[in-house]
């Protein structure tokens, strides 16, 4: 097309052809001699290892070939190592030859060690290796290869362990000496060698502690439960002259009593732990230390240590020379031999590598905003710190020495601790613990009301249907296979952990049921407290439910159960969750920010990607609003299937039905086949009635339509259901229209932040989103089974080549990986299906990169749109003239310019000057303005006085910004709460307003962050 040219390879994304660069390395050696070379001279693995590696090597090695532009950043032979890599790594989990050194398999630190790599790096390239071969390991290992691989896993355990690697140096470090602390007279080689021990000690003594305390499961609050408790240990046997502070007027051990520090009391106060979990992990550390290091503990009121000065001993166990001379080097000796016996069995990673920084298998970079996202944070938290060193190790098998880091109390002298991942799960998990958990596991009085003024009383239904849905999702299957030293005591301690948190999610789902059916019941003026609509819904139920085993798995942030795997179990998809996300923001005002912020994460997720795959609910919502849709969709297979029943989930996880009846609503439901619990998340193959179809959507009794639909109700109602509140509209458009102004509130701040990186301007940034509008309007079917980005990518581009900018695709890309969500799967992995008649001849599904995508797809499909956004056109006059009969969006109103978005991240405002701005939350502008000073700034800090009046900090602010001199120093902005600066905002009821104390400033002034 003119004015919008194809993108060549070579130029729009700096790619070449690898393959022939690598042909001629090492000598002439061959791709497949390499890779024998690594199975046998490297690794030493057996025969069938090496047999079954060649055999994947060989069938992926065109892949290979043909994807060298596509994977990773390096030279070819790096990127060949990589691909080995990540083939050894399939094999060892998926082969049938165990994963035991003793039956040839080996780990994954091991083939890391081997191929040169480190861990970040591996994660980020192994989903775009899993992708590209996805069907040659189907047809070698099945259909359950991904489950089997644990690659989610495995990845999530590796950012847990980096967190609590660095919470425990930064514990450690405040509370004894490090090798460097001392002093320089005292020091020698000896005394660094023993305080560097004792830290590996404890490091080592978690990691088995961690090993035999659980196997299905791995969760970050039990972790730091028992990290604490090997904490409480050292501090018990350390000798008193490593410590760095004095346990009796110390503030770190604010609990005491009349006979001296209360430790677990004062640990529980300063990792936010209780005091009875982290009672139960110090009885597991010593009893562990009891059956491993064959030492028998005496009472601590009973020995007298220097130790146990001013520390209350009722409840405290000793063990008599634990951390003394040659005790010491034999109970590390022991620990070792301990954790390799596991490790060799079925562990992939060595952990004792995270205690040491210098480790260059740790590399550097995140695994938060690629390969893996974290719940509940956007800051980078598991950013593996240390900077990659040339790998030099011995031999791959060999361990990693432990390093302490020379720095000092990092935090020990600071008046607040600082806020950490692990100090906010376990933060969120104290919320957990004091508020849901105290609560009945029953409904309450007035939610049992609601229940009974139904149509048909459903307290019973709504009971059985919560216990089956949570027995589903919190069983042993849920949770894989773990290193296990001790089955029986491991499955008992699993099934109360489950059992734990299957309480506290029915608990939660209870709670926030009645404050939403409280809502509603005031939302249906008249009709008294009869929610039969809603409470009847099978659908809301499930989602309910599900959202809250989400938030407290969240909580707990478990290895195990990552969403989207808390949807399979219900049988419900994404698309179905979203409709409850904001209910329980609202309903529950007592839900801590990090869930929060996790539930917005989810929401994000849904969004960009999960709404649009294969097997969504959204589809069969889409199909019913959008009939001209229909044929590609049921072309695709995008539509979901229905909910299995209840009876089948409980006959699928052998769960006890209690002898209740089945739900009379349940003769509406599908019945998959008998031995099969048919899952959303594959979708349906044939071409079906929508009417049919429409039915798992329908509501279980039939409603009176009101004059007013609540909300809710309508957003479960069947999708043929005309809508009264939406001018005669369908439910399903209604909801379709909903879903779709949130895809395109998200395109446009996606779309802001990518052009202001790339320096587009303003006319631009409006033509690229005025763009996606129009294609999600008139070709929708470019989102199908794709992510938003990908959509984003190209118009961006295609918009600079009708605009005549000098912008590559190179440079787009280059700008997007900047981008906070950026995932390198976005530009690698592109989602076509070529018709049967394609001009580059294939047929069926595959996956392309972005460019290929663009050329073959994305042009082809939005070329008018693309001309009617070039230099010239209006996007006003152009709805005009168009009319409302092309599209599948017949009567769709004009749409909109790119809208005023609110931007809540501090900005840098000024070129010379470290000051920063950000909006204040509209929500609390109430709270902060007092009637009598109109303050518009809450200033903080940078005031002689702190908060002697906003007039006089800004003041103060701006004379010393407007002084001419250079600022050498950083302006001081503390970090306080809302309360405090409310406070001090309504006491100074003689200030003057701000507006007319300060004179204007050159340099916009820093008002306080908002909370995001």
């Given at each position: ?489 491991t499955n008992r301690m699993d099934a109360i952990w489950m059992e734990q948190r299957k309480m506290e999610a029915l608990k939660l789902y209870y709670r926030v049921l009645e404050s939403m059916c409280r809502a509603e019941s005031q939302i249906l003026s008249g009709s008294g407290n009869n929610l039969t609509s809603l409470l009847s819904n099978e659908r809301f139920h499930r989602c309910m439910i599900a959202c809250s085993a989400e938030l407290v798995l969240a909580t707990h942030k478990t290895v195990t159960m990552m969403f989207p795997a808390v949807l399979e179990k219900p049988g419900i998809t994404a698309f179905d969750l979203s409709k409850v996300i904001e209910g329980f923001v609202r309903h529950e005002d007592t839900l801590p920010r990090e869930l929060k912020r996790h539930l917005n994460s989810l929401e994000e997720r849904l969004l960009e990607s999960m709404a649009w795959e294969k097997g969504s609910s959204m589809y069969n919502s889409l199909i019913v609003a959008r009939p001209a849709l229909s044929a590609e969709i049921n072309r695709l297979g995008l539509l979901a299937e229905p909910m299995p029943s209840l009876d089948a989930i409980a006959a699928h996880h052998n769960i006890s039905l209690g002898g209740l009846p089945p739900l009379p609503f349940q003769k509406q439901e599908h019945s998959p086949d008998k031995d099969e619990v048919r899952s959303p998340k594959r979708a349906c193959t044939e071409r079906r009635n929508v009417l049919v179809d429409s039915n798992s959507f329908r509501s279980p009794v039939k409603d009176i339509i009101k004059s007013k639909l609540p909300p809710l109700q309508s957003a479960f109602a069947s999708p043929t259901r005309p809508n009264p509140a939406a001018g005669g509209e369908t439910c399903a458009e209604t909801g379709i229209g909903v879903f779709f ?272």
């Amino acid at each position: 097309m003119e004015g919008a040219p194809k993108p060549s390879t070579s130029s729009g994304s700096g790619v070449t052809d690898g393959a022939s660069g690598g042909a001629g390395t090492a000598a002439g050696a061959s791709m497949e001699e390499r890779f024998a070379d690594l199975c046998k001279s490297k690794l030493g693995l057996d025969e069938s290892t090496t047999r079954q590696a060649m055999q994947l090597f060989k069938e992926t090695k065109n892949i290979l070939k043909s994807s060298m532009s596509s994977l990773g950043g390096g030279s070819p032979e790096e990127i060949e190592r990589f691909w080995s890599a990540c083939v050894l790594y399939c094999v060892s989990r998926l082969s049938k030859a165990g994963r035991s050194k003793e039956d040839g398999g080996v780990s994954l630190c091991q083939i890391l060690r081997a191929s040169k790599l480190n861990i970040v790096d591996f994660f980020k390239e192994m989903p775009q290796f899993c992708i590209k071969v996805a069907h040659i390991l189907t047809g070698l290992y099945g259909s359950d290869w991904e489950k089997r691989l644990e690659l989610k896993e495995l990845q999530a355990n590796v950012v847990h362990l980096s967190l609590l690697s660095r919470y425990y140096k930064r514990a450690y470090q405040e509370l004894f000496l490090s090798n460097d602390a001392k002093s320089s007279e005292n020091s020698s080689e000896s005394n660094n060698q023993e305080a560097s021990d004792y830290y590996r000690f404890g490091w080592l003594l978690f990691l088995v502690l961690r090993i035999q305390s659980s196997s299905r499961f791995k969760d970050l609050v039990t972790s730091t439960n028992e990290l604490v408790s090997v904490l409480a240990v050292l501090i018990i046997h350390v000798p008193v002259g490593l410590r760095s502070l004095n346990i009796k007027d110390s503030p770190y051990f604010g609990k005491k009593s009349d006979q001296g520090v209360n430790l677990i009391a004062s640990l529980c106060e300063k990792y936010h732990t209780s005091e009875d979990e982290l009672s139960k992990a110090l009885e597991k550390t010593n009893t562990l230390i009891m059956d491993i290091l064959k030492n028998k503990p005496c009472s601590a009121s009973e020995c007298q240590q220097d130790n146990l000065s001013f520390t209350d001993a009722e409840g405290l166990k000793v063990f008599k020379d634990l951390l003394q001379g040659n005790s010491l080097k034999s109970s590390l000796l022991k620990l070792e031999k301990e954790y390799d016996n596991a490790i060799n069995s079925k562990g992939e990673l060595d952990e004792r590598m995270f205690a040491n920084d210098e480790d260059s298998l740790l590399g550097s970079g995140s695994l938060s905003g690629g390969a893996i996202n974290l719940p509940g944070t956007k800051r980078k938290y598991d950013v593996m710190a240390s900077p990659a060193k040339s790998i030099t190790s011995p031999s791959p098998m060999s361990p990693p020495r432990f390093c302490l880091s020379p720095k000092g109390n990092s935090f020990g002298n600071s008046k607040m601790a600082p806020i950490t991942p692990v100090s906010t799960a376990m933060t969120t998990a104290k919320w957990l613990r004091t508020t849901i958990t105290p609560l009945p596991s029953k409904p309450s009085g007035e939610l049992l009301r609601f229940f009974s003024a139904c149509d048909k009383d459903v307290t019973e239904d709504i009971t059985r249907r919560a216990g089956i849905i949570l027995g589903a999702i919190f069983t042993s299957s849920s949770f894989g296979e773990r290193i296990c030293t001790n089955v029986r005591s491991t499955n008992r301690m699993d099934a109360i952990w489950m059992e734990q948190r299957k309480m506290e999610a029915l608990k939660l789902y209870y709670r926030v049921l009645e404050s939403m059916c409280r809502a509603e019941s005031q939302i249906l003026s008249g009709s008294g407290n009869n929610l039969t609509s809603l409470l009847s819904n099978e659908r809301f139920h499930r989602c309910m439910i599900a959202c809250s085993a989400e938030l407290v798995l969240a909580t707990h942030k478990t290895v195990t159960m990552m969403f989207p795997a808390v949807l399979e179990k219900p049988g419900i998809t994404a698309f179905d969750l979203s409709k409850v996300i904001e209910g329980f923001v609202r309903h529950e005002d007592t839900l801590p920010r990090e869930l929060k912020r996790h539930l917005n994460s989810l929401e994000e997720r849904l969004l960009e990607s999960m709404a649009w795959e294969k097997g969504s609910s959204m589809y069969n919502s889409l199909i019913v609003a959008r009939p001209a849709l229909s044929a590609e969709i049921n072309r695709l297979g995008l539509l979901a299937e229905p909910m299995p029943s209840l009876d089948a989930i409980a006959a699928h996880h052998n769960i006890s039905l209690g002898g209740l009846p089945p739900l009379p609503f349940q003769k509406q439901e599908h019945s998959p086949d008998k031995d099969e619990v048919r899952s959303p998340k594959r979708a349906c193959t044939e071409r079906r009635n929508v009417l049919v179809d429409s039915n798992s959507f329908r509501s279980p009794v039939k409603d009176i339509i009101k004059s007013k639909l609540p909300p809710l109700q309508s957003a479960f109602a069947s999708p043929t259901r005309p809508n009264p509140a939406a001018g005669g509209e369908t439910c399903a458009e209604t909801g379709i229209g909903v879903f779709f102004s949130k895809i395109v509130k998200l395109a446009a701040i996606r779309i802001r932040s990518l052009c202001e990186r790339l320096q587009l301007s303003q006319q631009v940034l409006e033509r690229v989103y005025f763009l996606v509008q129009q294609i999600l309007s008139q070709q929708t079917a470019l989102f199908f089974n794709r992510h938003i980005d990908q959509i984003i990518l190209c118009s961006i581009y295609g918009v600079a080549k009708i605009s005549q900018l000098e912008l590559s695709f190179k440079e787009i890309i280059f700008g997007y990986r900047k981008q906070p969500q950026c995932k390198p799967q976005v530009f690698r992995s592109v989602y076509v299906h070529w018709p049967p008649r394609s001009r580059n001849g294939k047929t069926g599904e595959d996956h392309v990169d972005i460019i290929t995508f663009y050329n073959e797809v994305f042009i082809p499909a939005a070329k008018p749109l693309l001309v009617e956004v070039g230099p010239g056109a209006s996007p006003n006059k152009k709805d005009e003239e168009k009319g409302s009969v092309d599209g599948p969006f017949p009567e769709s109103p004009r749409l909109a310019r790119f809208p005023n978005l609110p931007d809540m991240s501090p900005k840098k405002v000024s070129a010379t000057h470290n000051v920063y701005v950000s909006p204040l939350r509209s929500s609390k502008m109430d709270i902060l303005l007092s009637p009598s000073s109109k303050s518009y700034y809450a200033c903080v800090g940078e005031s002689t006085y702190a908060f002697q009046s906003p007039s006089k900090d800004l003041k103060a602010i701006n004379n010393r910004l407007n002084s001419g001199k250079k600022v050498s120093g950083r302006l001081n902005f503390d970090v306080v709460s809302d309360l405090v600066v409310a406070s001090s905002l309504s006491s100074d009821q003689n200030a003057k307003p701000a507006a007319m104390d300060v004179v204007p400033v050159k340099t916009p002034v820093k008002s306080e962050p908002s909370e995001l």
